[in-house]
Antibody, heavy 118, light 106 residues
């Protein structure tokens, strides 16, 4: 069974940093692209970033470019999202999602809540 | 950026009825379109990819159609478990974009 378990969320002040982690199991992590998708409270889904199987191809949403960094450690089956210069509008549940060869997301974690507030 | 627009925002349906949800793209995405279901407090679940291919384990009452800029998700006979919010997502261009969602309620 595919499982994605996010952690690292919490309350942080504006301008602060957090690192999210997503531990994967139940599939060959190194064979799949991975993404982060977020959802502000009561709002819809917003794609944040994607990383290819080896980490050589990375894309970001304009809203986080230059502030967030996605990475992965295939030896640990773990996806990361380093978030710097956090803003109130980054407040959201952050989901990690498995991306097969296509561009859709076929498995999602339960999410971790990031709250940016003073 | 491709803007995805879903309609209606809310769809009121009775169990056993047919539900038709629409998704429009601001430019062609070919058939690079997926549909997700999200229930309160849960993560999204993939229903459809490639505009019309059901994901593993998705009941046959869910079907997708369309290409280019107009897409439809049809639930042939609504069951109580189907009341949720549904999102479309395009993966033809970067950034990937989602529609704002359609809430299917009783």
């Amino acid at each position: 069974e595919v499982q994605l378990l996010e952690s690292g969320g919490g309350l942080v002040q504006p301008g602060g940093s957090l690192r999210l982690s997503c531990v994967a199991s139940g599939f060959t992590f190194s064979n799949n692209g991975m993404s982060w998708v977020r959802q502000a409270p009561g709002k819809g889904l917003e794609w944040v970033s994607v990383i290819s199987t080896s980490g050589g191809i990375i894309y970001y949403a304009d809203s986080v470019k230059g502030r967030f960094t996605i990475s992965r450690d295939n030896s640990k089956n773990t996806l990361y999202l380093q978030m710097n210069s956090l803003r109130a509008e980054d407040t959201a549940i952050y989901y990690c999602a498995k991306k097969p060869q296509g561009g859709w997301f076929d498995a999602w974690g339960q999410g971790t809540l990031v709250t940016v507030s003073s | 950026e491709i803007v995805m627009t879903q309609s209606p925002a809310t769809l009121s349906v009775s169990p056993g009825e047919r539900a038709t949800l629409s998704c429009r793209a601001s430019q062609s995405v070919s058939t690079y379109l997926a549909w997700y279901q999200q229930k309160p407090g849960q993560a999204p679940r993939l229903l459809i990819y490639g505009a019309s291919t059901r994901a593993t384990g998705v009941p046959a009452r869910f079907s997708g159609s369309g290409s280019g800029t107009e897409f439809t998700l049809t639930i042939s006979s609504l069951q109580s478990d189907d009341f949720a919010v549904y999102y479309c997502q395009q993966y033809n261009n970067w950034p990937r974009t989602f529609g704002q969602g359609t809430k299917v309620e009783i």
